[in-house]
């Protein structure tokens, strides 16, 4: 018999191998817990915006990719609702970002996860709730 965190690590490698967008970014896996996810993330030179920090988008998918991750790692594909982000802090090139998504409920057709991205210094410069609705169809 498989594990919970046993099944959710096979369910993101999965993902993540179909994810090539996650992949471009350059996001990397940390661990992988039923209901929870860690990614990490370095900063490059063509994610900055035209202001001279980086683009809010790339702190977004971040999160998201996260979310994506801690939402369906039940093996039960679930699709985002509703998402919603605060900047915080400014994000620069050269910057490791951190995202650390929290269940905050698992129910029968809604999750509710929090993610936070924090930077190299433990410095918080994001904060992003997702919404999922859960389809009881299978991804594995």
């Not at 594990?3 to 970014?25: H, I, P, R, Y």
């Not at 896996?29 to 370095?42: D, W």
């Not at 790692?73 to 985002?80: E, K, Y």
């Not at 050269?94 to 999750?111: C, Q, R, V, Y």
Request: proline share 1%; charged share 20%; aromatic share 8%.
């Amino acid at each position: 018999m498989i594990s919970e965190d046993e099944l959710a690590n096979k369910v993101v490698g999965q993902m993540m191998k179909k994810d090539l967008f996650s992949q471009w970014l350059g996001i990397e896996i940390i661990e992988i817990k039923e209901g929870f996810s860690k990614l990490k993330m370095k900063i490059r030179d063509e994610m900055m915006n035209g202001l001279g920090v980086v683009h809010g988008g790339v702190a977004f998918s971040l999160a998201d990719t996260c979310f994506a991750f801690a939402c369906n790692n039940r093996n039960n594909l679930s699709v985002a609702l509703d998402t919603s982000i605060n900047f915080i802090k400014p994000v620069h090139v050269g910057d490791e970002l951190i995202a650390e998504a929290k269940e905050i409920h698992n129910g029968k057709s809604t999750g509710l996860y929090h993610i936070t991205i924090t930077n190299q210094n433990n410095h918080t410069v994001a904060l992003f709730k997702g919404t999922c609705f859960r389809t009881n169809k299978k991804l594995l």
